[in-house]
């Protein structure tokens, strides 16, 4: 039995990643060690008139992956969360949110871990940081803000293209 968030891997000789070299296990493993709010902030500017506005709000939602590690074989990402609502009345609230993630990635090569940190990691963060919002929101006096589900793969594979298509159009060494 395991604990969770501990990573479990198994040496398989038969299996190609899984030798062992001077009896180091090469087997590739990824595994979320912990997940935590780095960073919560509630602004309920105009409160308490705001909580009265029968106006419909403008909603402004945006939102910034980073990754960075943390020790040779753990990475912690971030996803960062900001939620505006205003009317013409004024701001009836803003939530920012830090929410982040330590992954433990081992054996895993460049190639697979940078989607993994900024594609695969950021959706399995975003339901509870989508919890944490709704919850704020609604704590501030207001009705829960469910956020839509966030396509991070097709993001992250459109950021790419753009970048390829920017490098292509913009060579470096033309001035």
């Known amino acids: 039995m395991a604990d969770e968030g501990n990573i479990i891997s198994t040496l ?19 595994g979320f060690i912990s997940q935590y709010v780095k960073d919560l902030s509630v602004e309920n500017p ?3 008139d705001s909580l ?22 753990v ?9 505006n609502s205003k009317t ?4 009836a609230y803003i939530v920012e949110l830090a ?11 460049e190639d697979q871990a940078h989607p993994f940190l900024f594609a695969e990691a950021p959706r399995l963060l975003f339901p509870f940081a989508r919890r944490i919002i709704a919850d704020a929101v609604r704590d501030a006096g207001f009705p829960p803000l ?3 589900p966030i396509d991070f793969n097709g993001l992250y594979f459109a950021q790419l293209q753009q970048q390829a298509e920017a490098a292509v159009a913009n060579p ?4």
Request: aromatic share 4%; with cysteine.
């Open 12 to 30: 398989n000789l038969d299996q190609p990643g899984g030798q062992a070299v001077n009896g180091e296990d090469t087997t590739p493993a990824i």
């Open 46 to 48: 105009n409160a308490p």
């Open 52 to 73: 009265q506005w029968a106006e419909a709000p403008e909603m402004a939602i945006d939102f910034n992956i980073a990754a960075r590690p943390i020790a040779p074989d």
């Open 75 to 83: 990475h912690e990402v971030e996803l960062k969360i900001k939620a």
């Open 88 to 91: 013409s009345l004024g701001v």
């Open 99 to 109: 929410f982040c993630g330590l992954i433990a990635m081992r054996n895993i090569p």
């Open 146 to 148: 469910m956020l839509e």
């Open 172 to 175: 470096m060494g033309q001035a």
